[in-house]
């Protein structure tokens, strides 16, 4: 009986040992994948400042060359559109003052109150005249004063 309670033991601690090397082979896979991952990191950005400097000493001027390392370091950033105010000018809007107090207000209230635009009590914004405005307006209707702007 005990022979056999002995390998039985044993054949446990073969085990217990088999999966902590496994764990141990993971781990040490996993810190050498995160390492890799740094290194390809800190190589693109050093390229990209070699890159950059090469483009400054090809240009002769001191503004075409900033010019060019402005291109290399930083995507160009998309046009501003013109405000949706100026371009509709003949949509129907109304114009709406908060003439309650948001505090102690249900948060859903809060949140209508906000996405009208509004922050400030006594304060007027103009909003255009769609299901969605009016929706929010309805909600908190009895903080709000409205009129056809």
Known sequence: MADEEEKVVKAAKKTA????ATKKAAVK????KKAA???TAAKKA?????????????KSTPEAAAKDVAETAAPKAAPKKAAAAKADSGVKRLSVT??????GRLASHKACVAGLGLRRMHQTVQ???TPENRG???????????EEA
């Open 17 to 20: 040992v088999k999966k902590a």
């Open 29 to 32: 896979k996993a810190v050498a």
């Open 37 to 39: 991952v740094k290194k």
């Open 46 to 58: 050093v390229a990209k400042k070699a890159v950059a400097k090469k483009a400054v000493a090809k």
């Open 98 to 103: 908060l003439v309650r107090s948001r505090h």
């Open 127 to 129: 909003v255009i005249d």
């Open 136 to 146: 929010m307006i309805n909600k908190v209707q009895y903080m709000l004063n409205v």
